[in-house]
């Protein structure tokens, strides 16, 4: 089945610095690519997503590149905020409208 | 939470005894899905379901039995509990077609199982 591989699964950044998280994927039919935020105690939030057709998406201060030759996705933060700290998550689609996710990323931002 | 809920919120159980999750939906949302959460494992798909009475095994599906007899719910029993599945449980839905992929999560459900 799909594999999802995500790293790193802590990062720490200064606030006001930029925060990128990687993950790479090993079906290369996946055509669908979107990121997740969780804050403590709620359910995962879809942040931004990005389709095979295109190679960079931009939404505020969040952007998702992909990279179908390589395998590889990615989500940048940019101007980190304090209320940006959670745990992150990205995932790939494989048949019939399922997802495959990514093991979590836990980003602090440092006041 | 895209007009999802899930009760219990919390629940406690003793091993052996069985255990009813719900997912209630308010989108009209064709497509629903059970997933646990757990340190280090990221979500992993149990069951889902592709329209009523319509449903198939994810990846960790072993001791879960799922059942959707209205668009709006969708049920996931635990038949005998063991604390191996002791987790955090999401329910999600997608309308499929255009938005194809698209899944909205509700708030979860704590499960422990002593």
């Known amino acids: 089945g799909e594999n999802v591989e995500q790293h790193p699964s802590t990062l720490s950044v200064q606030e006001g610095d930029s925060a990128v998280i990687k993950c790479t994927y090993s079906?290369?039919?996946?055509?669908?690519f979107p990121w997740y935020k969780q804050e403590l105690g709620k359910g995962p939030q879809l942040i931004i997503d990005?389709?095979?057709?295109?190679g960079e998406k931009k939404d505020q201060r969040i952007a998702v590149t992909l990279n179908k030759t390589a395998k590889h996705f990615s989500l940048h933060i940019t101007e980190t905020q304090p209320e940006d700290s959670a745990v992150y998550f990205c995932?790939?689609?494989?048949?019939?409208?399922?997802?495959?996710f990514g093991t979590g990323t836990r980003l602090t931002i440092i006041p | 939470d895209a007009g999802i809920t899930q009760s219990p919120r919390h629940k406690v159980t003793e091993t052996g005894t069985p255990v009813t999750l719900r997912c209630h939906q308010t989108?009209?949302?064709?497509?629903m899905y059970w997933y646990r959460q757990d340190p280090g494992h990221g979500l992993r798909l149990i069951h889902y379901?592709?329209?009523?009475?319509?449903?198939d095994k994810g990846e960790v599906s072993d001791g879960y039995s799922v059942s959707r007899s209205k668009t709006e719910d969708f049920l996931l029993t635990l038949e005998s509990a063991t604390s191996s599945q002791t987790s955090v449980y999401f329910c999600?839905?997608?309308?499929?077609?255009?938005?194809?992929?698209?899944?909205?999560f509700g708030p979860g459900t704590r499960l422990t199982v002593t």
């Open positions: 989108e009209n949302h064709r497509y």
């Open positions: 995932a790939a689609a494989f048949g019939n409208e399922k997802l495959t």
């Open positions: 379901s592709y329209g009523v009475k319509d449903t």
């Open positions: 990005i389709r095979s057709n295109v």
């Open positions: 079906d290369s039919a996946s055509n669908y």
């Open positions: 999600a839905i997608s309308d499929g077609g255009s938005r194809s992929y698209e899944q909205y």
